[in-house]
C-alpha cells in the first residue's frame, strides 16, 4: 500500500511500537538524512537518532515522499515492511 497522509503513517508505527528516527551519517546541510522509525529489539547498528515527529513529517513532505509499507505478511502475521519513496525517482 501507498500514502502520504501523516496519521496513516503515525498509526502504522505505533501499531508497530516503532519511533520516528533518522540513520546518523546521511545528514546533508543540517537535514534529516535517511528517514526510518526504531523498532523495538532493532538497531541500524546503533546508527539511529531519534527524531520528533514533527521534525520526521516535515522532512518526508519537503521531499515529498510516498510512504509504501505492508500491514500483513503472506502467513498473517504483523509485517514491519515499509519504504520511503520519491514519486520523481528514475529507475535507470
Known amino acids: ?4 497522509e ?12 516503532a519511533q520516528p528516527a533518522t540513520i546518523e ?6 537535514r534529516l538524512g535517511v528517514l526510518t522509525f526504531d523498532f523495538p529489539g ?3 547498528g546503533g546508527r ?3 527524531v520528533s515527529w514533527d521534525e520526521w513529517f516535515h522532512t518526508f ?3 515529498a515522499l510516498n510512504f509504501i509499507y505492508q500491514e500483513q505478511l503472506s502467513d498473517g502475521r504483523q ?6 519513496e ?3 525517482r528514475e529507475d535507470g
Open 48 to 50: 539511529l537518532k531519534p
Open 61 to 63: 513532505d519537503l521531499r
Open 25 to 30: 551519517g546521511t545528514e546533508r546541510e543540517g
Open 6 to 17: 501523516h496519521d496513516v503513517i503515525r498509526r502504522w508505527a505505533e501499531g508497530r511500537n
Open 86 to 88: 520519491s514519486p520523481d
Open 79 to 84: 509485517s514491519n515492511f515499509f519504504r520511503t
Open 1 to 4: 500500500m501507498v500514502t502520504r
Open 42 to 44: 532493532w538497531r541500524e
